[in-house]
């Protein structure tokens, strides 16, 4: 069993930073891919960024490419999200996931990680 805990969510203003931090207990982050995800008021939740184990290869999706940096994931069990630039359309619930198979071309479907977080809120003001 994993249990995910982010943190570091909160309010800024547009062009803003902000980093976000998921903390794992139980079986250590290096057997897992991790991933972000966010969902917005009245949208479906969608891929943000995932690495794979041991603090691995990255992916992003790209509304986030070259914004936003996936770290972590290594002995520290801990994964990181530091959001550059941000952008008003940023504004969401945050999730961290973890998924035992590491098959990483299935990083942005939700359906394949096995554990969250309770998510963490984002505001980007305008």
């Known amino acids: 069993q994993v249990q995910l805990v982010e943190s570091g969510g909160g309010l800024v203003q547009a062009g803003g930073s902000l980093r976000l931090s998921c903390a794992a207990s139980?079986?250590?982050?290096?057997?897992?891919?991790m991933g972000w995800f966010r969902q917005a008021p009245g949208k479906e939740r969608e891929p943000v960024a995932a690495i794979g184990r041991s603090g691995g290869s990255t992916y992003y999706a790209d509304s986030v490419k070259g914004r936003f940096t996936i770290s972590g994931g290594n002995a520290k069990n801990t994964v990181y999200l530091q959001m550059n630039s941000l952008k008003p359309e940023d504004t969401a619930i945050y999730y961290c996931a973890a998924k035992v198979d590491i098959t990483m071309s299935t990083w942005k479907a939700g359906t394949e990680y096995d554990y969250w977080g309770q998510g963490t809120q984002v505001a980007v003001s305008s």
């Open positions: 139980g079986r250590t982050f290096h057997s897992y891919v």
